[in-house]
């Protein structure tokens, strides 16, 4: 599976992004989310969306940021808002499709 993240950026303290993240393959059956590595850090859990629809989020952004999916476009979206500086990193997304399959990222800036 080949994904392909879009819509990172420079936004402002306050500001709001919509990642994009799609994907080469069908992606209805299977859960994707989201990680993000800032300099100097471990990547980290960032939100997740089931088949289901069900979905999971890092303590930090929940209330902020909202997962989502269109499977039929095969695209999964991460929507920010309230961005604040410690939100800048590279996002990438993937698909748990018999194994974690990662896109290439997308670098994210909020500046202060």
């Known amino acids: 599976v080949h994904l392909v993240e879009s819509g990172g950026g420079l936004v402002q303290t306050g500001g709001s992004l919509t990642l994009s993240c799609a994907a080469s393959?069908?992606?209805?059956?299977?859960?994707m989310g989201w990680y993000r590595q800032a300099p100097g850090k471990e990547r980290e859990f960032v939100a997740h969306?089931?088949?289901?629809?069900?979905?999971d989020y890092l303590p930090s952004v929940r209330g902020r940021f909202t997962i989502s999916r269109n499977n039929t476009e095969k695209l999964m979206f991460l929507q920010m808002n309230s961005l604040q500086p410690e939100d800048t990193a590279v996002y990438y997304c993937?698909?748990?499709?018999?194994?974690?399959?990662w896109g290439q990222g997308t670098q994210v800036t909020v500046s202060s």
């Open positions: 969306i089931t088949n289901l629809r069900n979905t």
């Open positions: 993937f698909i748990n499709k018999g194994e974690r399959y």
């Open positions: 393959e069908s992606i209805a059956l299977f859960t």
